[in-house]
């Protein structure tokens, strides 16, 4: 009886490393492109209010009249104010009051952060969105409380710099979905916010087209750190221990299995209400928050040494990082139900989430 025979494998198919190369400098290419001529550019305004809002002395009138010129600037400004972030017992209707306790930065952070919904949000799909943006305010939120808790004075900026600090994910995943319309190749599953297999199919990473978007819009120079450096604080410059306290937020988070946050949409005002509940209910001792990690949404083993904190926050001794570990475990309870909420009750009203904070959200 004949043996059958051999035939050697097909390789037709098979992409060749010149073909690869080829296709990762288009790609590449395309991204710089987009960074250089798609990327919207910031409204005039923008540099009137830094100057009138910089000043020693600033005059109300002319900050308003600034502002509504954009009627989506005002409406935004407005809701922003009115937020459970500033827990006011009052309705805020005046621009001329919404513009004094929004301060410079968060101001100015709300015009660019409209400009980059509009830009990703005729591109992306809500879904893709709704799960940025949840990592996004979460980062926010905890990288807030990290500098409570060991005192850095720039709160605010630990707080706007943790909701922008993946922007650069936005023009890779717009660029990846063009990829995906022309039935070209597609990054490896898990590549966002994967910095090797975002090189390897980009050419770059998402902190380095972050750093462009940064300078491109004149971020002050600690935004620009944070963007390009949170995966590896140690590499900041600027403000080393600001990129650190995003970075550990951020890393804590990428320890968590986090629930879709369209999963949230079927969520009823009931819901909602028996959610904060509980998150205000929730216990805050060592015991009791090792109990709510237990009942959260799936999170990961707790590692036994909090070694990414070393890295991001090296200037805390191995008690004051224990603390912050603790910190962010009970706070990750309660926050996950209500920022979701948050999310999916913008996405039912039909809203762009865009906004600096989502509604429920309590400090």
Not at 232 to 245: F, M, T
Not at 263 to 274: H, N, R, Y
């Amino acid at each position: 009886m004949s043996q059958p025979v051999q035939h050697p494998p097909n390789t037709a198919h098979k992409p060749t490393a010149s073909f690869l190369l080829a296709e990762q400098e288009r790609r590449k290419k395309r991204l710089t492109g987009m960074l250089s001529q798609d990327l919207p550019t910031l409204p005039n305004y923008v540099l009137d209010l830094n100057a009138l809002l910089s000043s020693q002395t600033v005059d109300l009138k002319k900050v308003s009249k600034v502002i509504r010129t954009d009627p989506s600037l005002s409406a935004q400004v407005l809701r922003l104010c009115n937020s459970a972030l500033f827990g006011l017992r009052r309705r805020v209707i005046n621009i001329e009051q919404a513009a004094v306790l929004l301060g410079t930065e968060r101001l100015r952070t709300l015009v660019l952060t409209c400009s980059l919904m509009q830009f990703a949000g005729k591109r992306l799909p809500s879904a893709q969105l709704m799960t940025y943006w949840q990592h996004s305010f979460l980062t926010a939120l905890l990288s807030e409380r990290i500098a409570r808790q060991v005192d850095y004075f720039e709160k605010e900026q630990a707080y706007l710099c943790g909701l922008l600090h993946d922007i650069g994910q936005l023009p890779l995943s717009i660029l990846v979905l063009e990829e995906e319309s022309k039935n070209r190749r597609l990054p490896p599953p898990g590549w966002l916010d994967n910095i090797l297999m975002e090189r390897d199919y980009f050419e770059m990473d998402h902190c380095k087209v972050g750093r462009w978007m940064a300078v491109a819009w004149n971020f002050m120079p600690s935004y620009v750190d944070v963007f390009e450096h949170h995966h590896a604080p140690e590499r900041a410059s600027h403000d080393p221990h600001l990129v650190g306290i995003v970075a550990a937020a951020d890393q804590f988070l990428m320890t968590q299995v986090i629930p879709d946050p369209s999963a949230a949409s079927k969520v009823t005002p009931q819901d909602a209400a028996g959610a904060e509940a509980a998150a205000a209910e929730a216990p805050t001792t060592e015991n009791g928050a090792e109990a709510a990690s237990e009942a959260a949404a799936s999170p990961a083993a707790e590692p036994e040494e909090p070694t990414f904190l070393q890295t991001c926050l090296p200037r805390l001794n191995e008690e004051e990082r224990q603390a912050v570990l603790e910190l962010l475990q009970t706070e990750y309870i309660h926050l996950l139900p209500l920022v979701q909420i948050g999310l999916a009750n913008a996405d039912s009203a039909g809203e762009e989430v865009k906004a600096i904070a989502p509604p429920t959200i309590r400090g």
